[in-house]
Structure formats: structure tokens, C-alpha cells
T-cell receptor, first 111, second 113 residues
Framework: SQTIHQWPATLVQPVGSPLSLECTVEGTSNPNLYWYRQAAGRGLQLLFYSVGIGQISSEVPQNLSASRPQDRQFILSSKKLLLSDSGFYLC??????????FGQGTRLTVV | KQEVTQIPAALSVPEGENLVLNCSFTDSAIYNLQWFRQDPGKGLTSLLLIQSSQREQTSGRLNASLDKSSGRSTLYIAASQPGDSATYLCAVRANQAGTALIFGKGTTLSVSS
């Protein structure tokens, strides 16, 4: 069966520090991968999605970037965090057009 | 641009009640619609997926309907239980298989015993 792993679960980082969040999917090949952010009191905001290795689409210009170095690995990064980057980050995957599944999320607090 | 709205934003009911959560979307040209549950501080759990050609899907005490032409979906929860307390999110995918889900802000449900 397919599973999705996302880590770390919580992270406290100072302003200006770098960020790397990792997401991996098992049990499937060539999934569509997504990064979402959920800020307090707001809906889920799509940040990036990828339909294949090295193929990244950005929905919102911002301080973050994403990479897909392997078929089932999706990484969210920042060179210098801002206070506004705080939030709950969720990774998701789907096979083309089918049901979407989410990881357990990373709570990022930038201090 | 697709927009998804969920009403009400919050709902409190006593245990045993049947209830309906509403979701509306502005662009009827959707590929599918998915309902999720989110517990506090946790990720999203998929509840039901409805393809654009379908009218409804059922799983246990949950039933989701889709009226694509009017841009509406409802999630019906029968015989609610305290364990159903969570935030319920509706999301639609545009009429292309590779695009991402667009979410509503959710309905936070509280079921009291």
C-alpha cells in the first residue's frame, strides 16, 4: 500500500535561517506531488506542485523553493526564513486525477 | 479563478443528530471533488472522492453528493458521534488531471455527548 512520510513534525527556526522539509512517498511511481501551507485561521494555500522529476510549478511567488530530486521525493526549502513563513506545511500526493493523500504535516514556527 | 466556499464555518450539535455540511464552487468545470477531515494539529484524512460524472459517494455514515451544474456538494453525516468532531474540508480539482486541489476554509464540527 502507499504511504507518505513527512518530517520533521515540528520545527522552530530563527529568522534568517535556512529551511529544508522533506516528503517521500512509498508504494507508487511517478506521483503528482504537492506542498501546501495552512496558516492559522486560513485555508490551505498551494505552494508548489510537481508532475515529474525536476518539474516544479510555483503557485505563489515567495521566499520558498521546491525541488524533486527523485521520483518519490519532494523537498521544500528556503535560504532565509521570514516570520511570515510560520505555518503548518503539508505534503500531498496523487496519481493522475485520482484521490489525494496527505502527510501528517510540519508545524514551522519562525522566531 | 476557482473559489471554494464552505458554510457554515462552525457547527455544534448534540450526539445522534444527522447533519449536512455545504460546499460551493464558482467554476463548474471540475474534474473531481474530495472531502477531507482534519483533526487539530494533524494532516488531512481523505473521506470521499466524487468524480465529475458521479452524483454521490457513500462510506459508512458519510454520504457526499455532487451537483456540478449548480456548483454544490454536500456532506451528510448520519447519527453524529463525539469522535466526528473535527474540521471538514472540501476541495475541487480543475478539469485537468495534473492540477492541484483548491480548498475551502472548512467547517469545524463539534459533537457533544
Amino acid at each position: 500500500s502507499q504511504t507518505i512520510h513527512q518530517w520533521p513534525a515540528t520545527l522552530v527556526q530563527p529568522v534568517g535561517s535556512p529551511l529544508s522539509l522533506e516528503c517521500t512517498v512509498e508504494g507508487t511511481s511517478n506521483p503528482n506531488l504537492y506542498w501546501y501551507r495552512q496558516a492559522a485561521g486560513r485555508g490551505l494555500q498551494l505552494l508548489f506542485y510537481s508532475v515529474g522529476i525536476g518539474q516544479i510549478s510555483s503557485e505563489v511567488p515567495q521566499n520558498l523553493s521546491a525541488s524533486r530530486p527523485q521520483d518519490r521525493q519532494f523537498i521544500l526549502s528556503s535560504k532565509k526564513l521570514l516570520l511570515s513563513d510560520s505555518g503548518f506545511y503539508l505534503c500531498a500526493w496523487t496519481e493522475t486525477g485520482l484521490e489525494a493523500f496527505f502527510g501528517q504535516g510540519t508545524r514551522l514556527t519562525v522566531v | 479563478k476557482q473559489e471554494v466556499t464552505q458554510i457554515p464555518a462552525a457547527l455544534s450539535v448534540p450526539e445522534g443528530e444527522n447533519l449536512v455540511l455545504n460546499c460551493s464552487f464558482t467554476d463548474s468545470a471540475i474534474y473531481n471533488l474530495q472531502w477531507f477531515r482534519q483533526d487539530p494539529g494533524k494532516g488531512l484524512t481523505s473521506l470521499l472522492l466524487i468524480q465529475s460524472s458521479q452524483r454521490e459517494q457513500t462510506s459508512g455514515r458519510l454520504n457526499a453528493s455532487l451537483d456540478k451544474s449548480s456548483g454544490r456538494s454536500t456532506l451528510y453525516i448520519a447519527a453524529s458521534q463525539p469522535g466526528d468532531s473535527a474540521t471538514y474540508l472540501c476541495a475541487v480539482r480543475a478539469n485537468q488531471a495534473g492540477t492541484a486541489l483548491i480548498f475551502g476554509k472548512g467547517t469545524t464540527l463539534s459533537v457533544s455527548s
